[in-house]
């Protein structure tokens, strides 16, 4: 795989058979999608994707989805150096990150971290379908798919290439959110894919740290009712704070640093739903 504009054509009838063979080994694959850009939705999936790591040693994957803007591997604090050279025999290795989870990301493909992506749908859409058949994913109990934002190319074809997946929206409380929020909903209903739920991020007030007085950033319900009116399952609220932000941008993750905190507390509620919906007889 190379950042190139020519790519042979692809037999995509051999390809759907090693898809299906690699998924037979994953017991739960969770597709983490927002209506628009934003919302932390990337946040939202590292940490979900760490605090069921966390649990019973669960054994997890991350796919990073999003070829023209990779930042899972900056976030969950792994170099492109952690990536081991492909094996001959079983193909692409991921890489291995925090709670032993393994990785995958066009990031660890960049000779530069500079260098932009500059390619058109066909392409994107190739190396997604490279990343589940090329790449040794092993048995795994989660995989999760941190998508880009929107409804094209890349929810469209992961939908369409993983159709047993689950979807789950991040959106943030204030309606221009909530509005491609419903948009999100529609088409995934429309694909025949369950929505797991909808996650609201950064939700509620904060208050500042010199006046002490209380700033609604984003409100916050907004989320429950958007999932209340179009009949899916609300999983939960991320409170906001500051050292999500800053964990994610030291490549630390928060769920473990800040386990006592009322986010991290949030994010373990939802994995704890999550879990229950999924292994509900």
């Not at 898809?19 to 999608?33: G, L, P, S, T």
């Not at 999500?244 to 949030?266: L, M, Q, T």
Request: aromatic residues 4%; contains cysteine.
């Amino acid at each position: 795989m190379s950042n190139s504009n020519q790519s042979p054509v692809p037999d995509h009838q051999e390809q759907d058979k090693k898809i299906k063979e690699k998924m037979a080994k994953v017991r739960y694959k969770i597709v983490i999608m927002s209506g628009k850009g934003g919302v932390g939705k990337t946040t939202v999936a590292i940490n979900l994707a760490i605090a069921l790591a966390l649990r019973a040693g669960n054994r997890v994957g991350i796919m990073d989805a999003d070829i023209t803007g990779p930042n899972v591997p900056k976030m969950l604090g792994v170099t492109t150096a952690a990536m081991p050279p492909p094996d001959p025999q079983t193909g692409i290795i991921p890489a291995i990150g925090p709670m032993n989870m393994k990785i995958m990301s066009m990031a660890f493909l960049l000779g530069n971290q500079d260098t932009p992506i500059v390619w058109r749908g066909p392409l994107k859409m190739g190396a997604l379908r490279q990343f589940i058949t090329d790449v040794n994913w092993g048995d795994l109990d989660y995989l999760i798919v941190d998508l880009p934002p929107g409804t094209s190319d890349e929810p469209l074809s992961i939908l369409q290439m993983i159709p047993d997946a689950r979807v789950i929206i991040v959106t943030t409380p204030q309606d221009v959110a909530l509005l491609d929020v419903r948009k999100s909903i529609t088409m995934v209903g429309k694909m025949g894919v369950p929505v797991l739920g909808v996650i609201e991020n950064m939700s509620g007030s904060i208050k500042c740290p010199k006046c002490g007085e209380i700033i609604e950033l984003f409100g916050e319900g907004g989320g429950k009712k958007a999932a209340e009116d179009l009949g899916v399952a609300f999983l939960g609220s991320v409170p906001v704070d500051a050292d999500i932000r800053k964990d994610s941008d030291a490549g630390r993750p928060f769920v473990v640093r800040h386990s006592e905190k009322d986010a991290a507390k949030a994010f373990d509620a939802i994995v704890t739903k999550i879990r229950e919906i999924l292994e509900k007889p």
